[in-house]
């Protein structure tokens, strides 16, 4: 008997389920704020220890920004530019 590997993703409502395809966002929180998996910012933070407790991960940015989360100016500076630009003033 095989069994299939799960993630615990979060959806575009904000709420966590299950999901037989990873994650391809991670994000924070208490930021709300996700970016690419490999950030250079969220690596350091996971690095010292207090990033990790409040970690998530997301099957892709529409269900990202649909749950309220922001891009990381670091690791997707133009996504994170467009998302400022239309930002009420």
């Known amino acids: 008997m095989t069994t299939e590997r799960m993630w615990r993703l979060l959806g575009s409502d904000g709420q ?26 969220a690596l350091h933070a996971i690095a010292r220890g207090g990033y990790v407790q409040h970690r998530v991960f997301f099957l892709d940015q529409a269900s990202a920004i649909a749950a309220g989360y922001r891009p990381c100016a670091m690791c997707m500076p133009a ?11």
């Open 16 to 41: 966590p389920y299950s999901s037989a395809q990873p994650g391809t966002l991670g994000g924070h929180r208490r930021g709300k704020r996700y970016g690419l998996l490999d950030c250079r910012a």
């Open 79 to 89: 996504e994170y530019r467009e998302w400022k630009r239309q930002q009420p003033l």
